[in-house]
Each structure stands twice: as C-alpha cells, then as structure tokens.
C-alpha cells in the first residue's frame, strides 16, 4: 500500500520515478483551420475545422464518418502534419505537428494511405515498392530486406514480390501501399477513404489486413470512410459535420442515432434502416440491431416462435 501511496504522490510532483499515465497517440486540443484565401493570400477563409477536440489512445481504432465537405479529409491531414492548425494544437506520440523539428518523425509514426493507391506506387515491382521509404530513411541493406519481407508478410502479398505494381488488383494495390508504410514501422496508420476506388472484394481484403494489424499488431488506426458498414469494425465512431465533431461513442451507440446521422448527411447502416422500416410496420424487433446478421437472427425468431 505503502508504494502505491508514494508512487501516487511522485506522480502528482512529477518527481522521479513518478508513474505517468500513457501518453495518448492523437492529442487534438481546440483545432481550428481555415484554407487561405489563395496562395498568394494570408487571409483565411471560413473555417473548415471548428474547435475540435478529440484524444485517440495507444492501439484504439477509430472510423470517422461525414459527408463530402464535412472537413473530415483536412482533419486527416493535420494528424500527420500534412496541414497544420490555424488555432489550437494537434499532438502525434507528444509531437507537435507545428514543430518543424519534429516533422519527419511525426510522419514516419503517422503513416497515411490515400484514396488511390496508383498515387503511392513508385517501385518497378512490389518489392521495390515497399523499400522505396527505407531507403529515404537511411535503413541499412540487410534491415531493409527484412523489414519488406516481414511488411509483405503480414499484408498477406509476399508471393506478390516480383510482380508488377500495374498487374495488381485495386485490394492488391492497397495494400501493397499499407506495406509500404508499415514497412517504416508506424505506430499509427491513417486511411484517408483508403477503401473508396475498390470493389466490395477489395474492400474486404484491405479492411482484414487493416484489422488485423490492429488487433494483433497493437497499430492505431484512423480511418476516414463514407462506407457505414466498415465503422462497425471500430472501437470507436465520429461523426464530423460541418467541421465540428457531432457524434462520438461506440458503434452501437452512434450508428443508431438514425435522425442525427441523417441531418449530418450520411447514409444509415443497411440493417439498422430496414430494422427501422419494419418496426414501422408493426414488427417487434430490437433497438439494438447493426449489423444484417444481427436482423436475420432477429427475423428468424419471430418466424420460428409466431
């Protein structure tokens, strides 16, 4: 008890030895952005991003959801400092992106994935691809070749090695892009509508590999998507809306809240719509349904217990 006691008061000092709590992986403080009016012009324009506050803890996944306009892809852009705060602060891993100094670092923790993974492939084969940013970083040969061995290996596309980026399915290229970057040894990986060009099959095989770098890699991941159904793989949901944050909270509670969704928007889950129709229709279902295994189950005991 004695410790524990001594310990609580180091930590209040800040004295040595003090045990600190973990430091949070995203740390957004009151960020505000606003475009410049033209390039040429140190006026800004209305802000895009409003006072937002938001904490992403160490290996947490989190999807954030809006609409077209709704500042979502800018908030993407200021966690790897690709844009920075017009007011307020973002911290990467305790860096902060207005720190110049601190810029590269920011971005090797942070990696992000864009919508089309062509924008992304500078290698002649997969590869190649895959070394090209430990090669920027400096990473000796040997290092090099093991780290794009063990990056193709867990995007599931190490038999895809000598191949030729341009061969490669959507799904394939995405996450060859992913390897690339997890090849750098990220903490933190952000899909900015990284599923958005693909097929349904693409999609699923980018969302596996990305939920499993999560879940078995201990990743942080940020992902932005107007694909409702991919937020239920989350710990966590946002909803943005004309740059300021309107819903947060676990999938089963925001991807419920139907009228709030709508007014900001977006689409409603599939099963959580047609949940809605039919209890409009009289039909006694649960509040509770999300997903469209959860609806079959639902419908299959009414039909079995009349």
Known sequence: MAFFVSSFFLYLEGGEGAIMPPVPAIDVRGLTYAY?????????????????DLQVAPGEYVVILGHNGSG???????L???LTPTDGR??????????????WEIRRQAGM????????????????????????MGVSPDEMVRRVEEALAKLNIAHLAEQE?????????????????????????????ATAMLDPQGRQEVMEAVRQLNREEGITVIQITHFMEEALLADRVIVIHEGRIRLVGPPGEVLLQRDVLL???LDVPFAVELASRLRRQGIKLDENILHGEQLVEALWKLLSNP
């Open 165 to 193: 980026p341009h061969q490669l399915s959507g799904g394939q290229k995405q996450r060859l892009a992913i390897a690339g970057i997890m090849a750098m040894r990220p903490s933190i990986l952000i899909l900015d509508e």
């Open 263 to 265: 007014d900001a928007g």
């Open 90 to 103: 973002v911290l990467v891993c305790g860096m902060d992106t207005r720190d110049e100094a601190h810029r």
């Open 113 to 136: 994935v864009f919508q089309n993974p062509d924008n992304q492939i500078v290698g002649t084969n997969v590869a190649e691809d895959v070394a090209f940013g430990l090669e920027n």
């Open 72 to 78: 979502k892809s800018t908030f993407a852009k200021q």
């Open 80 to 82: 790897n400092a690709l």
């Open 36 to 52: 410049a009016s033209d390039e040429h012009s140190e006026e800004k324009n209305h802000a895009v991003l409003q006072g937002i």
